[in-house]
């Protein structure tokens, strides 16, 4: 699958790494990075959805994690990551039938048999949390389904109960490669594996109770759609209490197989959501994920255009996993600013955004989260999966109109990589930022 932005751009070359890998790495090398995480892609690496592997993809990452390793860089691998292929979607409906889950437990049989002796961290899934959002309730994402007054130009799909069977079946795939990986490789390969979340912290729209009590909700349908049966064994009760039997049971054995199935949990994190509570007793008819939560529709300031981030939001993030989830290894996945485009290499925005976050992440390790590594989004420019080339943020800029996609350094790459070797976080004490956007 390759990606096609609203505007009519595509991602069918974007930065070109597939052949420009190895300037890529050396550029790693020389900014001081010591780690690099990618995505393999399933349609890449398996076209048609399972049997016959394509000998170019297998190539293809096995010379960028060489790469990788001969610059003493560690890969961490993304297994899936929104791009099912194609005719798995066609023949059974993708992510709404539990076929996906034996096809795509087969497809990462594959990639631990073929790197796993060099990769040593394993992402199964990249927000799962939020794929069955826009796939199956607003219908802005692909596959597209949803049902009315939750989505437009939409063929088909229920927005009440799609998004539930497409995470469960998301969180069922996801234990059945741990317990593969467990089972057959871990002894042998040495590795770790895990799950990434996005992490959008949800705060109230105003200081009311009933706006309080939203955002909490939130925070519990969000992050506790997976932390809490990843960790307890179920989904939260404010689930069970409120979506009722359109939320997937957990028998016995799934339940003991979900449990427990992670070595670290990785976060995306970029916004904060301001939730307004709806009728919090509200039997409103049809329902769909924040219906049932009952919080007016956080997302809708994506749309709208205002975007806004804060340091002390990760804080929440990490000290919410400390106190309700037992302070699991966690690894921040993305983390990052972005900018409109432009050839000047003056970003000194995105360096202080970097400051702001790094600095809250250290505080936040001394005040005991088990926060293990930090990657930022992005090392390069790149099709983005929302706003495809509209906005970038890439460390080292990337001339997308150029067809040599020539690469340069942004000031925050020259700042990140000063700190890398050792150089001060940030020259002077000054306030945070609020950054809206």
Not at 96 to 102: K, T, V
Not at 127 to 148: A, F, K, T, V, W
Not at 222 to 230: K, Q, R, S, V, Y
Not at 276 to 292: H, K, L, M
Request: glycine share 10%; hydrophobic share 35%; aromatic share 14%.
């Amino acid at each position: 699958m390759t990606g096609h932005s609203s505007d009519g751009s595509t991602g069918d070359v974007s930065a070109d790494q597939y052949h420009l890998y190895k300037e890529d790495v050396k550029l790693m090398h020389k900014m001081g990075l010591d780690a690099y995480r990618f995505s393999i892609s399933w349609p890449r690496l398996i076209p048609d959805g399972r049997r016959q592997i394509n000998p170019k993809g297998l190539e293809y990452y096995n010379n960028l994690i060489d790469e990788l390793i001969l610059y003493g860089i560690q890969p961490h691998v993304t297994i899936y990551h929104f791009d099912l292929p194609q005719v798995l979607q066609d023949e059974y409906g993708g992510l709404l039938s539990p076929r996906f889950i034996e096809d795509y437990t087969a497809y990462a049989n594959v990639c631990f048999k073929s790197f796993g002796d060099r990769v040593k961290h394993w992402v199964t899934v990249n927000e799962p949390n939020i794929e069955p959002i826009g796939g199956y309730d607003n219908g802005s994402q692909p596959p597209r389904r949803c049902s009315y007054p939750f989505g437009a130009d939409c063929a088909g799909g229920n927005s009440s109960t799609e998004p539930y069977i497409a995470a469960h079946h998301l969180l069922l795939a996801h234990a059945s490669a741990v317990s593969l990986y467990r089972e057959k490789y871990k002894a042998a390969q040495g590795g770790q594996i895990g799950i990434t979340l996005l992490g959008w912290w949800h705060e109230p729209a105003s200081n009311t109770t009933q706006d309080a009590a939203a955002a909490m909700r939130m925070n519990d349908f969000h992050i506790g759609w997976f932390m809490h049966p990843l960790v307890y064994g179920d989904y939260p009760p404010v689930m069970r209490s409120r979506v009722g039997g359109r939320l997937p049971a957990l028998p016995a054995p799934e339940s003991g197989k979900v449990r427990g199935s992670f070595d670290f949990i990785g976060f995306n994190h970029y916004l904060i959501m301001r939730v307004r509570s709806i009728d919090t007793s509200s039997g409103q008819e049809p329902r769909d994920y924040y219906v049932d939560a009952a919080v007016q529709n956080p997302a809708a300031d994506i749309t709208t255009g205002k975007v806004e981030t804060a340091p002390w939001s990760l804080r929440k993030l990490l000290e919410h996993l400390k106190l309700n989830y037992g302070n699991p290894p966690v690894w921040i996945h993305e983390n990052g600013y972005a900018d409109a485009p432009s050839k000047d290499d003056d970003d000194e925005d995105r360096t202080e955004f970097l400051q702001d976050y790094l600095e809250t992440l250290y505080l936040s390790i001394r005040n005991g989260s088990n926060a293990r590594g930090y990657f930022v989004w992005s090392f390069l420019d790149v099709f983005e999966f929302l706003f495809g080339y509209r906005l970038r943020f890439g460390l080292c800029g990337v001339d997308m109109g150029d067809a040599a996609r020539t690469r340069y350094l942004r000031s925050s790459a020259r700042w990140y990589s000063g700190f890398l070797a050792g150089g001060e976080l940030r020259p002077a004490a000054r306030p945070h930022k609020s950054y809206v956007r």
